[in-house]
């Protein structure tokens, strides 16, 4: 099946500090996405918008009762009034070049790995053409993306398992996708979703926060709240309820200053600090 997505082309002691090292040194092994599926999030649960835990236990606060699935139905009719046809801001070409630009974009921003892969999807859009031009050459291409080393490694070692195991083709399994160097889970549902169709939920910190801080999927690791929104959401809008939550937080509900003055759902929203 062809691509479904038109491209655009389309602080510290001692011991926090030696801490914090484990944790990028954690990272830096497994790029599947800055928030791997069952990796609990770093942020405080104020930041993310879950409620204290405490709170959270007694279920005192009415404001953190579940959505209702008419209220759920009413948000993403709302979300697709406005945009019917969300586009993903990850420039590709192809489901190749779409699943290179996703593990590219571990722990970086859409915008950086675009301004990178411009220039790079233009000699290396097959796996066949990655390997021919080899991973020196590709760590220049990408040299401005974190951990581009461990990246470049991957992305020549995925284009050679595409090539040796799934004849040149994104395989259309979650688990085959997983089974490729630096793809996880979200990279897995991004890829079937934007490339295949399927109705998958990737999470990312957007969606993290959105789900928690509404109260749409509240969960702490971003596999809890996947399966959550997944449970809730209508299968109508499933196709592009993923891109809604990104382009909601990306622009909406901003982690720090969420926009609650401007935002569609605000009478919905179940987020006890949300501003009128
Ligand atoms: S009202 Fe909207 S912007 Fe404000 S916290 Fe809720 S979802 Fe986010």
């Known amino acids: 099946m062809a691509c479904q997505y038109t491209p655009t082309m389309a602080k510290i002691t001692r011991k926090p500090l030696l801490k914090a090292k484990s944790v990028v040194s954690k990272r830096a ?12 999030i770093g942020k405080s649960a104020a930041k993310a918008g879950r409620p204290p835990r405490q709170a959270r236990a007694s279920g005192r606060s009415k404001a953190l ?3 209702t699935p008419a209220e759920v139905r009413e948000a993403f009719s709302r979300f697709r009034r406005d945009n019917p046809e969300p586009r993903g801001e990850l420039e590709h070409l192809n489901p190749f070049t779409l699943l290179v630009a996703v593990v590219l974009s571990a722990q970086a921003t859409d915008a950086g790995v675009n301004k990178a892969t411009r220039a790079l999807f233009a000699v290396a859009d097959t796996p066949a053409k990655m390997l021919a031009l080899g991973e020196e ?13 461990t990246k470049a490694r991957n992305v020549i070692a995925l284009s050679q398992k595409l090539i040796s195991e ?6 259309r399994s979650r688990a085959e996708i997983e089974s490729l160097p630096g793809a996880g889970r979200k990279t897995a549902n991004v890829v079937l979703n934007m490339a295949f ?7 990312d910190t957007h969606v993290f926060r959105v789900g ?6 509240r969960g702490d690791t971003p596999l809890a ?8 959401i209508p299968p109508e809008f499933m196709l592009h309820a993923h891109h809604w939550l990104i382009l909601h937080g990306r622009y909406t509900c901003l982690a720090r200053k969420p926009r609650c003055e401007v935002c569609l759902i605000n009478d919905l929203c179940q987020w006890p600090e949300k501003t009128a």
């Not at 092994?29 to 609990?40: C, E, F, I, V």
């Not at 799934?166 to 395989?171: C, D, I, L, N, T």
């Not at 928690?212 to 999927?217: K, M, P, S």
């Not at 709240?225 to 809730?232: D, F």
Request: a positive charge.
């Open 29 to 40: 092994r497994n790029l599947s996405g800055p928030l791997a599926a069952t990796q609990k």
């Open 166 to 171: 799934f004849g040149g083709e994104v395989p």
């Open 212 to 217: 928690n801080r509404t109260g749409l999927a």
């Open 225 to 232: 709240v996947e399966l959550g929104l997944e449970r809730v």
């Open 137 to 149: 050459k590709l760590r220049d291409y990408i040299k401005t993306i974190g951990l581009y080393r």
């Open 65 to 67: 009762r579940p959505w």
């Open 197 to 203: 169709g399927e109705h998958t939920m990737a999470v």
